[in-house]
Antibody, heavy 115, light 108 residues
Framework: VQLVQSGGGLVQPGGSLRVSCVAS????????MTWVRQAPGKGLEWVSF???????YYADPVKTRFTVSRDESKNTLYLQMTSLRVEDTAVYYC??????????WGQGILVTVSS | EIVLTQSPGTLSLSPGERATLSCRAS???????LAWYQQKPGQAPRLLIY???SRATGIPDRFSGSGSGTDFTLSISRLEPEDFAVYYC?????????FGQGTKVGIK
């Protein structure tokens, strides 16, 4: 299993960004997939997950601003982030879940929100 | 929402010593929903323990997990140099996941 992330970078407050997670060795649409973030020097924070059936769930700080989705044809997971805030600055990880535990992780991608 | 509180924040130990890390939940949780991760600088976390006490594939048997209800423990029987890292507990519910704030195991 390999999860390769892309799409991070610098964005201004209030802006938008989409990060991607391309999977190999697993079919994303048959798995629960999660996004976890880690602010610089801080701990891990769960952000969102999408179930195999397509249901989506979000942590309160990102609810209404972030959207998790997937493209089955590309076997890719996305996190669309809008109305970004300085406090959203973090390394974002995608991960494959099995029964709520995160077994496989992407390499992480840095999102910096700054003017 | 379940809140996980880890203690201590930092543990300073020498190689060969035993490490005992605590994770306390704000309310009783099913043991099957509690996991532990190890994270080294610049790396993604790695799953160590799931279901409170089951080792993930490839995890050495010096790592063990225990506990139930609100109190859970990760033990490292004899610290190896590669074990100095940050450790997180994690809980999953039907619609959310939660991490503790982490315990750093540093070299004394």
């Amino acid at each position: 299993v390999q999860l390769v992330q892309s799409g991070g970078g610098l964005v201004q407050p209030g802006g938008s960004l989409r990060v991607s997670c391309v999977a190999s060795g697993l079919t994303i649409s048959r798995n629960y997939m999660t996004w976890v973030r880690q602010a610089p020097g801080k701990g891990l924070e769960w952000v969102s997950f999408i179930s195999a059936g397509g249901s989506t769930y979000y942590a309160d700080p990102v609810k209404t601003r972030f959207t998790v989705s997937r493209d089955e044809s590309k076997n890719t997971l996305y996190l669309q982030m809008t109305s970004l805030r300085v406090e959203d600055t973090a390394v974002y990880y995608c991960a494959r879940e099995m029964t709520g535990r995160f077994f496989d992780w992407g390499q992480g991608i840095l999102v910096t929100v700054s003017s | 929402e379940i809140v996980l509180t880890q203690s201590p924040g930092t543990l300073s130990l020498s190689p060969g010593e035993r490490a005992t890390l605590s994770c306390r939940a704000s309310q009783s949780v099913d043991s099957s929903s509690l996991a532990w991760y190890q994270q080294k600088p610049g790396q993604a976390p790695r799953l160590l323990i799931y279901g409170a006490s089951s080792r993930a594939t490839g995890i050495p048997d010096r790592f063990s997990g225990s506990g139930s209800g609100t109190d859970f423990t990760l033990s490292i029987s004899r610290l190896e140099p590669e074990d100095f890292a940050v450790y997180y507990c994690q809980h999953y519910g039907s619609s959310s996941r939660t991490f503790g704030q982490g315990t750093k195991v540093g070299i004394k």
